[in-house]
């Protein structure tokens, strides 16, 4: 059996706001109240994205879980709102609240999804800022950093922030968990 880990952010790949990659019917959005702030959201995802992450979480041998600036909250508000996710595990740093949502050079997600390789066969690790973090590391160094991301092993979804996830995103994550294959563009 292989053993998958999935990480799933949230701002830029389920909550998006283009509303033109899924068909329109799919499109929802509510306004949140998050249990541990003083203020309103306003959270839009697709149906469709929902549910391709909810096959994806039934798939045997997998695991997945939130690894999110929501932190706790990705649990407690952004799950029941769009109906997924609210039994999953959040990974996070005690502090991801104070730091800086944009990745800098020891971008705490990357800290988290390359610890997942030790317990798993294979990552599937979804964040919009992925690019981001690759960009700054090969434009400043050091080069090695990111070594330890194997392309047998990991597979790093890297969603445009404006539209979140897409049909094409769901189909590569499932090829991957189950044989291993790399999208090929």
Do not use: C, Q
């Not at 997998?62 to 508000?77: C, E, F, K, N, P």
């Amino acid at each position: 059996m292989t053993r998958t880990t999935v990480l799933v952010d949230i701002d830029g790949v389920v909550n998006a706001r283009a509303l033109t990659h899924w068909p329109e019917e799919t499109w929802r959005s509510r306004t949140i109240y998050p249990t541990s702030l003083n203020d309103v959201w306003r959270v839009t995802w697709s149906a469709a994205a929902v549910n391709g992450l909810r096959e994806i979480a039934d798939m045997p041998d997998v695991d997945i879980g939130w690894l999110s600036t929501w932190t706790r909250r990705a649990r407690a508000d952004f799950a029941p709102a769009i109906g997924l996710g609210g039994d999953w595990p959040t990974s996070h740093r005690e502090d991801a609240e104070a730091v800086a949502v944009e990745p800098d050079l020891d971008w705490w997600k990357a800290d988290i999804a390359r610890d997942a390789l030790t317990s798993a066969d294979r990552v599937v690790w979804i964040d919009d800022h992925i690019s981001l973090w690759m960009d700054m590391l090969r434009d400043t160094g050091p080069h090695d950093r990111l070594d330890w991301m194997d392309p047998a092993r990991l597979l790093a979804v890297r969603p445009d922030a404006r539209r979140g996830m897409d049909r094409r995103h769901l189909i590569d994550i499932r090829r991957f968990i189950l044989t291993g294959e790399r999208p090929t563009a």
